[in-house]
């Protein structure tokens, strides 16, 4: 028995299901956007063990422990959404009757939550969940929503079995969080209507517990941009340089100089996890990078290539986008399939102009 065993809630006659998941996040263009939250809030679909990974490999490059400030932002983010007013806020200091956003949090895949005791310190448990600092952040957003009163909040992780959320009412005053801006768009004016574009988005989905659900054996969570932008705008004043891993790899034209250090150390992070896993990756030609384009990225919610144009005799390829959800993530895996298809070292140059993203791949060395 694991220690949340006698802790755990009632089953619930809503938990989500697999219909449930998969109508939320209706897939156009390359992006997931949130049929619950909005569809301008679109998310990444990410392996939880990935993203694990990535943050890893984020940290070591900028040679900073960064979990702290993925959770202030995932707070801040969480507020931000139900600031929006799209789905009910939670209210009351009984987490069980919180139902819309225990639909919120199984449908993302975040784990599952309840509460230990509410006295001096308020304690809530997290079951499965997907990310520590992320879910401690939401939950957080949550108790102050629901509770009128602003909280400092530390959490720790058990065996394998979840996470405690220690939380003490805090009289801080903080002003409403803002949306970020962004240096690119996407298309606007995305059809109401459910289009996956390809049913194998969601072969083989399965509920494995409620909040916590998997994809060909892979566990998954939604993240949405919103929180991802948060996060790195909690991470720009401290970064200096790249203390690790590939950063001339990787070159930024649009953007300011501290702002493409931290796209470069997500960029490499997110290439390394690529590569590590082993996909085999075939291009004849141009065309077949299309299709590339759309099993390591559009399927994920990454984006979606809108053309292919060779520029070198040597695989050097540029790369237009209907849509992309960051450019560093995206472009960073993008460099992966590059390197995986040549079986050599790339680099890659990103211009944004006029709001939009160009991407140029070469080999990292000229081959005489």
């Known amino acids: 028995m694991g220690f949340f065993d006698f802790l755990r809630p009632k089953s619930r006659t809503n938990e989500a299901s697999e219909g449930q998941i998969i109508d939320r996040w209706p897939l156009e263009n ?13 998310a990444w679909r ?4 990935w993203f694990e990974m990535w943050f890893q490999g984020l940290e070591t490059r900028t040679a900073q422990s960064l979990g702290r400030r993925l959770a202030h932002a995932a707070l801040e983010h969480e507020e931000y959404m139900i600031g929006l007013r799209r789905s009910d ?10 139902s819309q956003t225990c639909l919120l949090w199984e449908t993302s895949g975040l784990g599952r939550f309840g509460l230990l005791d509410d006295e001096d310190e308020s304690r809530l448990f997290i079951e499965n969940p997907s990310s520590g600092p992320i879910c401690s ?52 004016g995305m059809s109401p209507a459910y289009d996956s574009g390809d049913e194998d988005n969601w072969l083989d989905l399965r509920i494995d517990s409620p909040g916590q659900w998997s994809i060909m054996g892979e566990r998954k969570m939604f993240i949405h941009l919103d929180l991802l932008r948060r996060f790195e705008e909690y991470c720009l004043p401290y970064i200096e340089e790249i203390h690790d891993g590939r950063s001339e790899s990787f070159i930024w034209e649009g953007i300011e100089p501290v702002r493409s250090l931290w796209w470069t150390a997500a960029a490499d992070s997110a290439r390394e996890r690529f ?36 520029t070198s005799e040597n ?9 992309i959800f960051h450019p560093a993530i995206s472009s960073g895996i ?19 102009q006029d709001a939009k993203l160009t991407i140029e791949i070469q080999p990292s060395r000229e081959i005489s």
């Open 315 to 323: 695989g050097g390829v540029t790369f237009n986008f209907t849509s």
């Open 137 to 188: 952040g939401v939950i957080t957003a949550s108790w102050e929503a629901a509770t009128g009163k602003r909280h400092r909040f530390l959490w720790s992780e058990g065996k394998g079995d979840g996470l405690i959320v220690t939380l003490t009412q805090d009289d801080a005053k903080f002003p409403s969080p803002k949306s970020p801006n962004l240096e690119w768009v996407n298309p606007s």
């Open 89 to 98: 806020s939670p209210s009351g200091r009984d987490p069980g009757s919180w």
């Open 30 to 42: 390359g992006i997931y956007s949130d049929s619950l939250r909005g569809r301008n809030e679109i």
């Open 46 to 49: 990410v392996g939880a063990g």
């Open 275 to 310: 590569v590590a896993e082993g996909h085999h990756v075939l291009v004849r030609n141009n065309s077949d990078w299309i299709q590339v384009a759309r099993r390591h990225l559009s399927r994920n919610g990454l984006g979606e290539v809108s053309s292919v144009v060779s």
């Open 334 to 352: 993008l460099l992966g399939c590059w390197e995986r298809a040549f079986g050599r070292n790339g680099r890659l140059n990103a211009v944004i």
